[in-house]
């Protein structure tokens, strides 16, 4: 089996895709494609996406762009524990939570922890951006924690895709002094605890 990564170690997305690899004990490649320095935007990889983003996987001559895409498709093909839930309810859970994730939750949280880590990448500090993605991600954590309600993981008793949509991006807010405010959510603080101690969180840093 060929499988080959294409992605930057600081992207959320990324990570993502990463800790998936991980948790699947997958041999892979990487390739990185900086995203701080434009890099997804250079011919070689518009070939690949031509919208200019990561992750993109090659496996075996396979092409798959899009993270939610990736990680179905990786989750289905790889061996090992499957990260989708075995009923239909559950993985309604896990995909509401990679939607929400996606339209709401990513862009929330990067105007707080972008305003501190990497100002330059979201066009600079705004503060009144911050503010208001700081009640925004609060509203996405929220939500979040209804769906997971009693539950340890988001769609039930055991980890899945709509975890490790989550994770990266509030690893980055957790190195930011808006993290405590951003965190004060029922339910958020048990869930934050067990993907911190998964080994693929903790073998997937950003770089």
């Known amino acids: ?25 997958a041999d892979f490649d990487q390739v990185q494609v900086n995203v701080m ?21 090659d496996h075996d001559g396979f092409r798959v762009i899009e993270t939610g ?3 179905a498709y990786l989750d289905e093909v790889l061996p090992g524990t499957s990260l989708t839930p075995d009923n ?21 949280l990067v105007s707080v ?19 208001q993605g700081i009640e925004k991600s609060k509203l996405v954590l929220r939500e979040l924690m209804k769906i997971k309600g009693n539950d340890p993981f988001i769609a039930g008793q055991a980890l ?30 048990d869930w934050w605890e067990r993907i911190q101690a998964l080994p693929s969180y903790k073998a997937t840093p950003p770089q």
Do not use: W
Not at 37 to 56: D, I, N, Q, T, W
Not at 94 to 99: D, L, N, P
Not at 169 to 179: E, F, N, Q, R, V
């Open 160 to 189: 899945s895709i709509g975890d490790l949509y989550l994770a990266p991006g509030c690893a980055y807010m957790s190195m930011t002094p808006d993290a405590q405010q951003v965190f004060a959510i029922e339910g958020f603080g």
């Open 113 to 131: 922890f972008g305003y501190h880590l990497f100002p330059d990448f979201i066009g600079g500090q705004n503060e009144d951006s911050r503010r």
């Open 1 to 25: 089996m060929s499988l080959t990564l294409y992605g930057f170690d600081g992207s959320a997305y990324v990570r993502t895709v990463k800790m998936l690899l991980v948790e699947k004990a």
């Open 69 to 71: 895409a990736i990680t």
């Open 88 to 108: 239909a309810r559950d993985r309604a859970r896990s995909r509401m939570a990679q939607g929400i994730y996606d339209s709401y939750g990513y862009g929330s």
């Open 37 to 57: 320095k434009g890099e997804p935007h250079l011919p070689e990889h518009l070939a690949r996406h031509a919208f200019g983003k990561v992750p993109v996987i």
